[in-house]
């Protein structure tokens, strides 16, 4: 994080003989801020265009792996703080770059830390426009552009976000300071090489090498960004596309609503203590229960055998062993809970049409069938990360357009698709999206090299014989398929 005061520096709010001495100190701070700036857009710069050249590599009809899905959430992640804090370096030493030669003999500045400083506010603002270029490699794509700005409320980010910080940049306020910029460094840019001052000459440099001033100064870079219409056509294609999800989302609401109400009986195993027991005794932080409830009516619109999937994130005591409770995570308000929950035995975590919440084994033992599924493989660093992003889910909103590439909304069989990245989970596409369905969760557990293993099966209220298990779970999903 930043280290670098926020606000202006106070030019006229020091005394004469101050001046100085606090502007050297400042620039003491803000130098290794900006190379580290600089060092971290370049990084994300090529990690943007190696994305986009592996995402052209996919066939049209293949969805994002969760792997991919994450890292375009980091990636929005990192490039709203990144331009966050180049923003505040720009802005830190605007009052010394406008400045006249009236105003530095009248302030007594030394002109040394003045070009130091205007040239780090400058160059700043270069690297603003190479950011904002790169990402314009991604936003050219309708679908990745829509992924992107696909607000993540649990995260504290909204859609605003990053359309404010892109539709600045494309303002033409904005391309005009900077071309004020260019043209007051290109005055006073002759006499630096006079200056024989290391920490200048690198300065320049920089600012030499930066394709944004070379746009600026040639009087292109209104050329390399987009223009109004293609901004209002992507802002169309995307209220469009957000129409006909949420069109899709509002009926199968309506609907899923309307049937979830409707329960014929309870489940066999509800309320057996006997079973509630023997599983607790075998269940293992990240195991996956896959259950399923014929007796519900939504049951009947779900396609194969199971209905249901959820996570078991463990108890508090094994959670408390990992340092998972203690993961900075939960200092946020709105996942705080979940240690008290956990706590209370809660440790099943699962998207119902209310939004992702932490249950009892009990209360989701209301079923006919359930079977334990455990991932495979997994370093102590990988459950650490897949158990936290478990947890990540807390709080948000079912999705009922069941689409696996949205972020902020997730279904229960979503959960397993985001909490473990790496596996290579089957998908199909339904109404022009992807979906992955409870079976398509329980069909990794077969196989040689399976990722996940069948640790217990109950089938109609009664445990299957371990050997009997994986045949008997694999042909009840065979037989929903013919």
């Not at 926020?6 to 001495?21: G, Q, S």
């Not at 994002?64 to 490039?79: F, N, T, W």
């Not at 357009?401 to 959960?415: G, R």
């Not at 909490?419 to 109404?431: A, G, M, R």
């Amino acid at each position: 994080m930043s280290i670098l005061d926020p606000t202006p520096f106070p030019l006229r709010a020091i005394a004469a003989a101050e001046r100085n001495d606090r502007l050297r100190a400042d620039l003491e701070v803000t130098m290794p801020e900006l190379q580290q700036l600089l060092a971290t857009s370049s990084n994300e710069q090529q990690e943007i265009v190696e994305f986009r050249e592996r995402y052209d590599r996919l066939p049209a009809s293949t969805p994002l792996a969760p792997r991919s899905l994450k890292l375009i959430h980091d990636g929005r992640s990192g490039y709203l703080t990144l331009q966050g804090r180049l923003i505040t370096l720009s802005k830190h030493y605007t009052p010394l770059f406008d400045l006249d030669a009236e105003d530095m003999e009248r302030l007594q500045i030394d002109p040394v830390l003045r070009e130091r400083a205007a040239l780090i506010s400058f160059i700043a603002s270069l690297t603003l426009y190479d950011n904002h270029l790169s990402m314009r490699i991604v936003l050219k794509d309708d679908r990745l552009r829509r992924l992107i700005n696909d607000p993540l409320r649990g995260y504290g980010q909204t859609e605003e976000q990053i359309k404010t910080v892109l539709e600045d940049l494309n303002s033409a306020r904005r391309q005009q300071r900077l071309k004020d910029l260019v043209s007051v460094y290109d005055r006073f840019s002759e006499h630096l090489a006079e200056r024989h001052d290391p920490g200048i000459d690198l300065l320049q440099m920089a600012v030499e090498s930066n394709a944004a001033y070379r746009y600026a100064r040639q009087a292109t870079l209104a050329k390399k960004l987009p223009t109004t219409t293609e901004l209002f056509r992507e802002q169309v294609m995307d209220m469009l596309a957000g129409l006909g999800q949420s069109t899709i989302g509002t009926l199968s609401e309506v609907f899923g609503n309307g049937i979830g109400l409707v329960e014929l009986r309870k489940g066999k195993l509800w309320q057996d203590a006997t079973v509630e027991q023997a599983l607790c005794g075998k269940l293992q932080p990240l195991d996956l229960l896959l259950e399923k409830t014929p007796f519900r009516l939504t049951d009947k619109f779900i396609p194969g055998h199971f209905g249901h999937v959820a996570v078991w994130v463990g108890t508090a005591s094994e959670l408390d062993e990992l340092g998972i409770l203690a993961d900075p995570l939960f200092e946020n308000p709105m996942y705080e809970p979940c240690e008290s929950q956990v706590r209370a035995g809660h440790s099943v975590l699962e998207a119902l049409r209310t939004g992702v919440q932490l249950s009892s084994l009990a209360e989701f033992l209301n079923v006919d069938d359930v079977a334990i599924l455990r991932p495979q493989g997994l370093t102590p660093e990988e459950r650490y990360a897949s158990l936290i992003r478990g947890f990540g889910q807390v709080g948000k909103q079912y999705d009922f357009n069941f689409e696996v590439e949205t972020i902020d909304k997730i279904t229960c069989s979503e959960l397993p698709y985001h909490v473990f990245p790496d596996i290579p989970w089957h998908t199909e596409e339904q109404l022009w999206q992807h979906t992955i369905s409870p079976d398509q969760v329980a069909e990794q557990a077969f196989g040689e090299d399976a990722p996940l293993r069948l640790v217990d099966f109950y089938h109609d209220g009664r445990q299957v014989d371990h050997k009997e298990a994986s045949t008997t779970m694999h042909k009840l999903i065979q037989d929903e398929k013919s």
